[in-house]
């Protein structure tokens, strides 16, 4: 049976990873409008890692006994100066959920949930990959600055993103 205090951190976090999702369609739409079709598609496939990310979290709740409760997810932000600034906030907000899975290993540890620990190193793991990702993207944009050749080719890089292939489900 899932602790009280773990079953609500995991709450938090499904809503967490949900909200997610909502930021990364709003940055996919941020793109769309500024036709930059490669940028949006990234962003897209980013919101359906999200989605994944709290269905498993879903899963594993009630594979323990607890109970889901959904709450309301909050409205993202709609519009960044620039492109560089977009994928700074993804950074942040990577980093954010890092943190959020942190605690959530760390509360595992305070009680001896070791199955709860087991399952959240995929997580640990997973966050790394998208800080790394993030980051990436980020040291390119600001290589290429203001150019709209570089801005443009970024572009076209990123729209070749596969979506993921659903591995640690």
């Not at 890692?49 to 594993?60: L, P, R, T």
């Not at 600034?85 to 760390?106: C, M, P, S, W």
């Not at 290429?144 to 596969?162: H, K, M, N, T, Y």
């Amino acid at each position: 049976m899932l602790n009280k205090k773990m079953e609500k951190a995991y709450n938090e976090q499904i809503n967490a990873e949900l909200f997610s999702a909502y930021l990364y369609l709003a940055m996919a739409s941020h793109f769309e409008d500024k036709n930059l079709s490669g940028f949006g598609h990234w962003m897209r496939l980013q919101a359906q890692e999200e989605v994944e990310h709290a269905m498993k979290f879903i899963g594993y709740v009630q594979t323990r006994g607890g109970r889901v409760v959904l709450d309301k997810i909050d409205k993202p932000t709609a519009e960044w100066e620039s492109t560089l600034a977009a994928f700074q906030a993804a950074l942040e907000h990577e980093q954010y959920i890092t943190g959020r899975i942190n605690d959530l290993v760390k509360l595992a540890n305070d009680l001896n949930d070791y199955a709860s620990g087991q399952f959240l190193l995929w997580y640990v793991e997973e966050q790394v990959e998208e800080e790394e990702n993030a980051a990436g993207i980020c040291d390119k944009l600001e290589l290429v600055g203001d150019s709209p050749q570089g801005i443009l080719f970024l572009d076209r890089e990123l729209g070749g993103r596969a979506p993921s292939s659903g591995e640690g489900e």
